[in-house]
């Protein structure tokens, strides 16, 4: 193996020979994040704000919500634990949220609780107007400790909820963790929206419940962003939603 190394070694020396050195590639360059298009300015876009005010025998609630807001929150409802999770709507979907609400508190939370995701959906369809230019989809898992929750929805139009949550305790605090599911129903129905909520891990009720709200907050904040490459445009092949 020498003898033929040398031999080899020689021939290149006493040669013109040479390999050709390959171009050094560039370094990858990703795509920016942002969006960029010169037809869509925001600035003159219409503000998504609504407000809604329903009163029944058993409660009186007033929503107001700017889907372009900044996560400001005020929430009056009388139940506590459910004022807590409406900051939580607001603050991780950067939605600006204004609930009053008064209820047959003397009986228990579920006309209130039920009441107030039947206005907050009214309020949320009312500010999405035709919907035109929405992203539509979101999707996010969110984690809490030892939680994991997982939401995805569509602004279809239709109303879809499918729970899987698996709360282990009757109540946090005062709250009865069976208002959970009657809070989602009540907004998916009036906001016309299909909901999953599916929970991969978890052991404490109060972790889960609170998982569910902040996945269910960005993912809503993804569905209802304007996409700059189709403002103005409905966001279905069918042309209507």
Not at 5 to 21: G, M, R, V, Y
Not at 61 to 84: E, K, M, S, W, Y
């Amino acid at each position: 193996m020498g003898h033929w190394a040398l031999s080899i070694s020689k021939i290149l020396a006493h040669s013109s020979f040479s390999i050709p050195h390959a171009p050094c590639p560039m370094p990858y360059a990703p795509f920016p994040m942002q969006i960029v298009n010169s037809n869509y300015d925001q600035s003159t876009k219409t503000p998504r704000i609504a407000t809604v005010h329903r009163t029944t025998g058993e409660t009186d609630v007033q929503v107001t919500i700017n889907l372009d807001g900044r996560g400001t929150c005020t929430a009056t409802t009388g139940v506590p634990f459910l004022n807590h999770m409406l900051h939580q709507i607001a603050s991780h979907g950067l939605i600006d949220i204004d609930v009053q609400a008064k209820g047959d508190w003397e009986i228990d939370d579920h006309h209130t609780n039920e009441d107030v995701g039947i206005t907050l959906g009214q309020a949320l369809n009312q500010a999405l107007g035709d919907r035109k230019g929405i992203v539509r989809f979101g999707n996010f898992l969110a984690p809490l400790d030892e939680a994991l929750v997982q939401v995805a929805l569509d602004f279809s139009g239709r109303p879809h909820l499918s729970y899987g949550l698996q709360i282990p305790t009757q109540r946090v605090g005062t709250y009865d963790t069976q208002l959970v599911r009657e809070f989602f129903v009540a907004l998916v129905n009036h906001s016309q929206m299909t909901l999953h909520i599916r929970q991969l891990d978890g052991i404490n009720s109060h972790h889960i419940i609170e998982a569910t709200f902040k996945a269910f907050a960005r993912a809503t904040r993804l569905a209802v962003e304007i996409d700059p490459r189709r403002a103005g445009v409905i966001p279905s092949s069918k042309g209507v939603l």
